[in-house]
């Protein structure tokens, strides 16, 4: 017995020897082979030049400034001679460094398993930079690298559309490697929407390097996927025009020109702000006075502000009535003014005082007659009303190319019950009909809207022509309303800008093309019931005067171009923004957009 426990002791001290032997000459030779590979060979990512944005001429909306990264060699001691004095060659070399910022971003990033050079400096321009490149890398202890920067040479003109990269944090960081890598991304406009293609995709390299870092040979490279531009649209020549119109007339307002096809040639939106003041970090200074600016300047109202549509949304009320109830839209209604619903003794009024009189489709669109439209909807319901102003794009996201768009409201029965958990009342549909009440949309949806009223397609807005040499594909869909009753409402709108009761006749009747469309007043205060006379738009507080909309296309007949405006606070829509309409389609005249087709061949033929 005691002979087989000795025997068994001697074996379990072979096993444990012969174990200790696979892990020392065979299980740690493949670690430490791995290490010994690591310490000879280093695997490094190469950056992607981000692509470049450009218009439909090929001017630089957004570009890559050429210039200089620095470094400072790693495992110098901060209080030695060797890492002041290159300091000290830095701060002689560009008199406005910092050198306690200098030395706060190497003693940050200097650890002692780094082997790579420390960048303190992320980008010096080329023409600063090139008179003292030759001294400054003869020091081996400064590495120059080429670098690039962002730039927006238009500015405050594409700020809104364009957008601006800034420096990802750890969010951005973790859900992509390129941002990781590079330490930038898209954080508004065409940059974050489009941030996946212009930042390209990594490259690598592997060399072998020796016990003390150097680099010996490469080894491997498989270079990155750069300057994936994007080509738009947009004619930044007529962007800037408009911008400057509306900056010079001293108003408030949201501007869209856009093909009839969706490609939109100008989106202005003021006031605006400068991007390139966030590429490198915006100051407190700056980022206080954007935020306190109550017109919001940060806001792209494009598509994150939400208007009542006023008058603008009858064209679509009429559509939806003579969809669900055929010849019903046809029928002439008496304006007296004002109308009651049931026994109530409230007064939904129209906006003129005295009534219309007799009114027709035609009229009512001329006029902008609002009792018309209480009464066809009525009969509709608000239901139908809204499922048909929803299929025009009205109420929904158009598809634009441009980060997290407003859907805003147009409200049906059910919408209501969740938001308020309340039941709907009738004279509740009866001011949905004319654009108030919950009715909210944005600019972009009006401009869609407004070319399906010229086309009868219903297409998706697009600032992107080319994507990384790809063209963009265009979406369109046909929808099917009465012909007869298309017509009868683009012939109000040919009216409210060409008959002498129009309510845009003033502005826009004496055009070198003809130009259709419709004016609204979008009412951001409530008016009394005891109130017998409303106030001019002008002699109240500028914050309680209407948004003025107008919605446009041209030329009337063959129909290649959307105008869509709304001024803020700017009480009439024709008189407020029609002068505006008026200049840009003088421009866009004048700059060929019409070719051969000039007022006095559009006459031709009777309306």
Not at 278 to 293: A, T
Not at 308 to 332: D, F, W
Not at 369 to 397: E, T
Request: net charge positive.
């Amino acid at each position: 017995m005691k002979y087989k426990f000795i025997l068994l002791i001697m074996v379990a001290i072979w096993i444990l020897l012969i174990d200790r032997l696979y892990e020392i000459s065979i299980k740690s030779n493949f670690f430490y082979e791995r290490l010994a590979k690591e310490n000879t060979e280093q695997k490094s990512s190469l950056k992607p030049i981000r692509g470049e944005i450009l218009d439909k001429d090929g001017n630089y909306l957004a570009s890559n400034k050429m210039g200089f990264s620095l470094s400072i060699r790693p495992h110098i001691r901060r209080d030695s001679k060797e890492f002041n004095d290159t300091l000290d060659l830095l701060k002689e070399s560009f008199s406005d460094l910092d050198k306690d910022l200098l030395r706060k971003v190497y003693k940050k990033k200097s650890s002692p398993y780094n082997h790579k050079y420390i960048k303190v400096m992320d980008f010096i321009p080329y023409d600063d930079m090139i008179k003292i490149y030759p001294i400054l890398s003869m020091n081996e202890n400064i590495q120059i690298e080429s670098s690039t920067k962002r730039d927006y040479p238009y500015g405050k003109y594409l700020a809104h559309i364009i957008g601006y990269i800034g420096k990802a944090n750890k969010k951005d960081a973790s859900k992509d490697s390129v941002v990781k890598e590079v330490g930038s991304v898209g954080k508004a406009g065409l940059e974050r929407y489009y941030n996946s293609i212009l930042q390209g995709e990594l490259g690598h390299r592997v060399v072998k390097v020796n016990v003390v870092n150097k680099e010996l040979k490469e080894l491997e490279r498989e270079n990155p996927k750069s300057n994936q531009d994007i080509k738009l649209s947009l004619d930044s020549n007529l962007q800037k025009f408009i911008y400057d119109t509306v900056e010079d007339d001293n108003k408030t307002a949201v501007i869209i020109v856009m093909k009839t096809s969706g490609g939109i040639l100008a989106a202005v939106s003021t006031p605006s702000y400068n991007p390139n003041l966030f590429v490198d970090g915006i100051s407190v200074k700056n980022w206080k006075k954007i935020q306190s600016n109550l017109e919001h300047p940060f806001t792209n109202k494009l598509v994150h502000a939400l208007y009542p549509p006023g008058s603008t949304i009858k064209m679509g009320v009429a559509l939806a009535t003579s969809k669900e109830l055929g010849n019903a839209i046809l029928k002439h209604e008496h304006c007296r003014g004002y109308i009651n619903v049931g026994k109530s003794k409230h007064k939904f009024r129209c906006w003129s005082h005295w009534g219309h009189g007799d009114v027709d489709l035609r009229k009512s669109i001329r006029e902008s007659c609002d009792v018309f439209y209480y009464n066809k909807a009525l009969k509709l319901g608000i239901n139908k009303l809204a499922a048909n102003l929803h299929s025009m794009g009205l109420g929904v996201k158009s598809g634009v190319d441009l980060p997290k768009e407003y859907r805003g409201i147009i409200p049906d029965k059910e919408w209501k019950r969740k938001r308020y958990h309340q039941g709907w009342y009738i004279g509740e549909t009866v001011i949905s009909a004319i654009g108030q009440g919950y009715d909210s949309v944005t600019l972009m949806q009006m401009a869609r809207y407004t070319a399906f009223l010229a086309t009868g397609n219903l297409v998706t807005p697009h600032f992107a022509t080319i994507i990384n040499g790809k063209p963009y594909e265009e979406k369109s869909k046909k929808l099917n309303f009465d012909n007869n009753i298309f017509n009868s409402i683009r012939n109000g709108m040919y009216d409210v800008c060409n008959h002498k009761r129009g309510t845009a006749y003033k502005a826009l009747h004496n055009l070198p093309i003809l130009v259709a469309g419709k004016t609204g007043t979008a009412q951001v205060i409530s008016i009394g019931q005891d109130v017998k006379k409303r106030a001019k738009e002008s002699e109240m507080k500028y914050f309680k005067r209407s948004h003025a909309w107008l919605t446009t296309y041209a030329p009337f007949k063959n129909p290649k171009y959307v105008v869509s405006i709304i001024v803020e606070h700017g009480g009439h829509g024709g008189s407020a923004a029609g002068p505006i309409a008026a200049k840009i389609y003088r421009w866009m005249f004048q700059h060929n957009y019409f070719g051969e087709q000039s007022k006095a061949f559009l006459l031709k033929g009777d309306y």
